[in-house]
């Protein structure tokens, strides 16, 4: 951890002459905040599938002189920066905090409605082992509607290390939809912290594609501030070699009258190691709260390991919630008719995988993406992923 | 065209079938009946390619060919068609996807180029009307909801599509109401080639009674003690099989 305190001091003139003056207001805070905290070992309980300090050990290069986008902010949007961010008590958020230079803000003024989502792509790409830390801002003010497509990927086999920090305001009555797709290599190690606040009969759907990563660690946190405030999360895995997914959600329900609504399945093949935590916390104050929280898991084989862990933790009396968890392999009988009727076991097998994953796809309210993701996870079962050149939302055409 | 010869099959250390022979010729059907757990569905799935069952002994050929040597897929490739006696369920797997699939893996196995989408509806249509199967069950998952009857059912109706050579019908009747065995048995009827076979396994007279069979075997402990005609199946059903253990 003395790597990143050390950059941060001895180059600090550097950073801070290549970002806004925003991201810079709240390094000091951030960085004696990551000195005292340190990276979390296994035992903190949100870190536990997860070796931190393992994955920010090794030595990776930081460009620290990337020329600053001129954007011109609204008072009103800069100021949320890092209000909603838990720079204080989460390591990797301070992380970012002291080092972020790449800051992408999205400001969606009160009653627009976006109709096509805005993509944010990012192609890793490096010669030498590279760490970049990205930052988000979304404010999206009362009554607007906008989607976010992100998308990670990493064509070559090069080590990286990147950390994203993403903060999103949802406005009263306003309806945001992220789609975060990762589809990078063994070579990637992934940290998402995305912190959302949803006001007053705001929506919020945030969908999590690992379709291919290396250590992939998101870190989903809702709060549902305003009454009658709705969120989705919906999440699928497929993970095989040795990658590592690691997805811990915490939903709060702070005001009366919200609804959540959790998914999330995995399908881990080969050595893969899956991680689920979803935390649902509901306040005193939030009566008729309805909350359901599901986590399932299909694993491919004996070596395959999935640790999930669904909580519920409510300390309002008049509430709706359920939660649970599964986790089976394939069915054997199912595999062995299907076989009796013609079809390959390799067939079979994705059939059952793709089975698996389409009560994810389903709930994707727009189509072209449900298509699109439903497209792409087909090829990643097929192992042809990457064949997949032509279509205008990779953005590899 | 199906020669089995001593077969001896165990699951789980515990020998199942104990020396059967059996021989269908072409456009041929043999009736199997027998008391429960005499291992009837043991050799169906012994034909079909079950994992779990091990054969400790004999031979199996079909058309000339080493049957036991072909994995369950290659066995459904060369015409064998097993309708199970508990259709499982595979939830998400919807049934239109999963016959395109089918069809196309047998294709593919002859060299054919794979079934277009309007041919496979036609097909899929005609079919379905041939066994009554109702549309919204062939737009589900594979058995996904399905009642026992509307299983049977539907087995009946992928072996419509898949056109076997060797239909093997295990307890097909039970389950299906009075109007749906006929159906469904007449459905298999005009399925039949003056080629094609069936092993048809089942505990009453009833459905016989619709799909006449030519022959007509007793499996008992792993082994088939008696053959006949279609006499035999009303012998049985009148009076049972206690009259056949105490002859052995
Ligand atoms: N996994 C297993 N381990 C041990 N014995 C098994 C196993 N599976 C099946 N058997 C046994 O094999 C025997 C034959 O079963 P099988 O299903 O072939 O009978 P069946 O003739 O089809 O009976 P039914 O008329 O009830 O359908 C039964 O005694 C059954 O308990
Ligand atoms: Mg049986």
Redesign the pocket.
């Known amino acids: 951890m003395n790597q990143y305190i050390e950059l941060f001091q001895n180059h600090r003139e550097l950073i801070e002459g290549h970002s806004l003056p925003l991201q810079n207001s709240l390094r000091e805070t951030a960085a004696k905040a990551f000195s005292r905290l340190g990276f979390p070992s296994k035992r903190v309980e949100r870190y536990k599938y997860t070796d931190v300090p393992a994955v920010f050990a090794p030595e990776y290069g930081v460009k620290l002189d990337e020329p600053v986008k001129n954007q011109q902010i609204p008072d009103s949007v800069a100021r949320r920066y890092g209000t909603l961010a838990d720079v204080e008590g989460d390591a990797v958020t301070a992380l970012n905090t002291m080092l972020s230079q790449e800051l992408t803000v999205i400001h969606i003024p009160a009653g627009e409605h976006r109709q096509q989502p805005i993509r944010l792509t990012r192609q890793l790409h490096s010669t030498v082992p590279l760490m970049q830390n990205r930052r988000l801002l979304v404010v999206v003010e009362d009554g607007a509607e906008v989607s976010l497509l992100m998308s990670d990927q990493a064509d070559e086999e090069q080590d990286f290390l990147t950390t994203q920090v993403t903060e999103i305001f949802v406005g009263k009555g306003a309806s945001v939809e992220v789609y975060d797709i990762e589809r990078t290599n063994a070579h990637c190690h992934r940290f998402h912290q995305l912190y959302a606040d949803v006001s007053e009969g705001g929506r919020f759907l945030h969908t999590s594609f690992t379709l291919t990563c290396g250590l992939t660690r998101n870190t989903t946190n809702v709060r549902l501030s305003g009454k009658g405030a709705n969120a989705e999360l919906l999440g699928a895995a497929i993970i095989d070699g040795q990658q590592h997914c690691d997805n811990n959600t915490l939903i709060e329900h702070i005001s009366p009258g919200c609804t959540s609504n959790e998914l999330y399945k995995y399908v881990a093949d080969e050595h893969a190691i899956g991680a689920f935590a979803g935390r649902v916390l509901v306040h005193k104050d939030a009566q008729q709260t309805e909350s359901h929280e599901t986590n399932s898991n299909l694993l491919c084989t004996p070596w395959a390991r999935i640790y999930t862990q669904p909580i519920l933790e409510i300390y309002a009396d008049d509430v709706q919630c359920s939660h649970g968890s599964t986790v089976g392999q394939m069915n054997d009988a199912a595999l062995f008719y299907m076989q009796q009727r013609g079809l390959g076991a390799d067939e079979a097998r994705l059939l059952l995988k793709q089975a698996f994953t389409a009560e994810v796809l389903q709930r994707i309210p727009f189509e072209p993406l449900r298509d699109w993701l439903r497209n792409l996870s087909n090829l990643r079962f097929q192992g042809d992923l990457n064949h997949c050149r032509t279509c205008q939302l990779c953005g590899k055409s | 065209m199906l020669e089995i010869k001593n077969l001896h099959a165990t699951?789980?250390g515990?020998e199942?079938l104990k020396g059967i022979n059996l021989t269908v010729k072409p456009g041929e059907i043999h009736a199997l009946m027998?008391?429960?757990?005499?291992?009837?569905?043991?050799?169906s799935?012994v034909l079909a390619g079950h994992p779990?069952y091990t054969v400790t002994e004999g031979s199996v050929t079909y058309h000339g060919k080493d049957l036991l040597a072909m994995s369950p897929d290659q066995r459904a490739h060369e015409g064998i068609f097993l309708s199970f006696?508990q259709p499982v369920e595979i939830p998400g797997v919807m049934m239109y996807n999963f016959m395109r699939a089918a069809i196309n893996a047998k294709r593919k196995a002859s060299g054919q180029e794979p079934i277009g989408a309007t041919e496979f509806r036609t097909l899929m249509q005609e079919k379905r009307k041939l066994v009554g199967l109702d549309s919204h069950l062939a737009n589900r998952g594979v058995n996904e909801g399905f009642s026992g009857g509307e299983r049977k059912r539907n087995e009946i109706f992928q072996m419509a599509m898949l056109e076997p050579t060797l239909a093997i019908l295990?307890?097909t009747d039970s389950g299906l109401d009075v109007d749906a065995l006929r159906i469904v048995a007449e459905g298999f009827n005009r399925l039949r080639q003056a080629d094609t076979s069936a092993i048809v396994?089942t505990?009453y007279q009833r459905l016989l009674d619709y799909i006449r069979p030519d022959i007509v075997h007793i499996?008992i402990d792993g082994r088939i003690v008696k053959t006949g005609g279609p006499e035999l199946a009303s012998e049985i059903e009148e009076r049972g099989f206690d009259w056949i253990k105490e002859s052995l």
């Open positions: 699951i789980g515990k199942i027998g008391l429960n757990g005499a291992g009837k569905s043991t050799l799935y779990a006696q295990d307890e396994i505990h499996l």
